[in-house]
Every structure is written in C-alpha cells, then in structure tokens.
C-alpha cells in the first residue's frame, strides 16, 4: 500500500508549456517566428517517433520546425555539414540533434560542432561551462525539469541534503551544479555517488532528497531510502518500448514524496527543452 505523495510531472509541463506558449505570441506579435530545427541520422523507428512527437508539440505552440533527415549511411562530415547550415541559418534559433546516432558517428563530436546558443538540449561543452559558473545559458533538460518539479510540488530544496545516486553527463552532474546553485528553489548540500563506491546506500539513507540518475533498473529500493525522504526517478532504462525505472515502486511505502513510474521526470525535461528553445529566440532577436 503506498503511502507517499505522489509528484507527477504533467502538471508542471503544463504550465512551463503554457508560459512558452505566450512568449511565442510575443515573439509573434514582434515578427519573429520561432524556429526549431530536427536532425534525424538513420531509420531507427523510436528515434523517428521521438521527433514526431517533438514537432507535433513545436506546431502546437507556435514553433515552425524544418526537419533534416540523413541517411544512416551519413558520414561525420555530412553531419557537421547539416550543423553549420543550421547554424548560419538566422531563421532558425534552436537545433536538436535526435540521440542516438549510428554507431559510426561521434554525438559529442556533433554536438561541439553546433552554435552553442542554438543548443536546445542544453548539453554543449560551452553551456555546461556556464551552468558551472552560473551564468546565463540553456541548461540541461532534465536537471532543469527536475528542479522545476521539485519547486511546483511545494518541496524546499534550500539547505537540505540532497543525494543524486548517479554521475553521468546528462543528469547527476549538472544537476548536482544545479542545485547548489544559490537561488530559492535550489541552494542545497548536494553529495554526488555511484555504483563503483562500495558502500553508496550509506549515501542515500541519509538523503532528505534522493534522485536516482543511475540508468540501473531497480536499483533503489525501500532499504537504500530515508523514511519520510523525497525520492525523485531520473534514471532510466529501456527493453525495447519498456520502460524500467531506477527507483523500484515498493519505495513508495517508506518515501513521503516519490516521482511516478511513469509522468514524473519525462514531460519536465521534454518541456524546458522548449523554454530552451523559446528563450533562445528571445536572445538571438534581440529581444531578451
């Protein structure tokens, strides 16, 4: 019987959604049309469904959103070619690259190839630069999404020890730069850790926050957590279209605060991946 609140992370969406959805309409009404750009490299179908997706919410909110799709035969240069049309393009403000790419293409190195200010995702060596001085930049989808959560669920972040079980480049390490930044919804004790240290659950029992960001099904269960703890599901893995969480539902009989199995950190990230890209626009135009 679970006995934790429940943090989905629709309603959070929404209204990020919304507030992107009305700085659209200004930039409209200042005759500027936003402009997201996709690149496919191959014919992977879930990487194909993604982008749908993506340019199905993009129309809804105004976005116009061109669409290159490469052979998986591309070559690095044939990418790279793509990113720096896009990036001389004035007409587009904001560029993402579907992930992954075939095996035979280098993302990061793509990835270092596009403008940084038309990074959408976030995770350009140069954004990641700012996200750890604290200057102004698009950050990473998920960490960003993640604090978003927390802060529309009422959660205090500020002065409490926050456990991110997890080290990867796209979550535990920026978000660990994230929220111990000084601000109202972040400014924590943060403690990074991961499966190669021995004794980690020592690390997460004592956690007031605990976000799994390990990508190991099922690795967090009720003994590994502080009773009355937030624990918030970042990582994730996927069986074909399955998805298998990090944090194993029976936590929610010791949490008081848990992320779903499904719609907790999901619709957040895929969210301030459009406030990346609006405020991108905003910037490039000027208008910032």
């Not at 200042?30 to 496919?40: H, I, K």
């Not at 799709?69 to 049309?85: E, I, R, T, W």
């Not at 596009?114 to 950050?139: E, F, I, Q, S």
């Amino acid at each position: 019987m679970s006995s934790a609140r429940l943090l989905p992370g629709a309603p959070v969406a929404e209204q990020v959604l919304s507030e992107v959805a009305a700085s659209v309409v200004q930039l409209r009404a200042a005759g500027v049309t936003p402009a997201l750009a996709t690149v496919l490299v191959g014919d992977d179908d879930a990487s194909a469904g993604y982008i749908r997706i993506k340019q199905r919410q993009a129309a809804e909110l105004g976005f116009v959103s061109p669409h290159v799709h490469l052979p998986a035969s591309a070559s690095q240069a044939d990418l790279h070619a793509v990113l720096a049309d896009l990036n001389a393009d004035k007409s587009v403000h904001g560029v993402l690259v579907q992930y992954p790419v075939p095996g035979h293409l280098d993302y990061d190195r793509a990835l270092a190839e596009l403008d940084p200010d038309k990074d959408v995702d976030g995770m350009h060596p140069v954004n990641m630069g700012r996200l750890a001085l604290g200057l102004p930049g698009p950050l990473p989808c998920t960490p960003a999404g993640i604090e978003a959560l927390l802060a529309f669920h009422g959660v205090p972040v500020a002065g409490r020890e926050v456990v991110i079980l997890g080290r990867g480049a796209t979550l535990g390490r920026p978000l660990a730069m994230l929220l111990a930044q000084k601000r109202p919804t972040a400014n924590a004790a943060v403690t990074v850790v991961h499966t190669g240290v021995a004794d980690w659950p020592r690390y997460t029992r004592r956690a007031e926050i605990l976000v799994a960001a390990a990508g190991v099904p099922g690795i967090v269960r009720p003994e590994h957590v502080r009773p009355g703890a937030v624990v918030v599901g970042g990582g994730v893995r996927y069986e074909g279209r399955r998805l298998l969480p990090d944090v194993d539902e029976s936590c929610a009989q010791v949490a008081g605060a848990i992320t779903p199995r499904v719609g907790g950190v999901g619709p957040t990230t895929v969210a301030m991946l459009f406030r990346n890209a609006v405020r991108a626009a905003w910037r490039q135009c000027g208008l910032a």
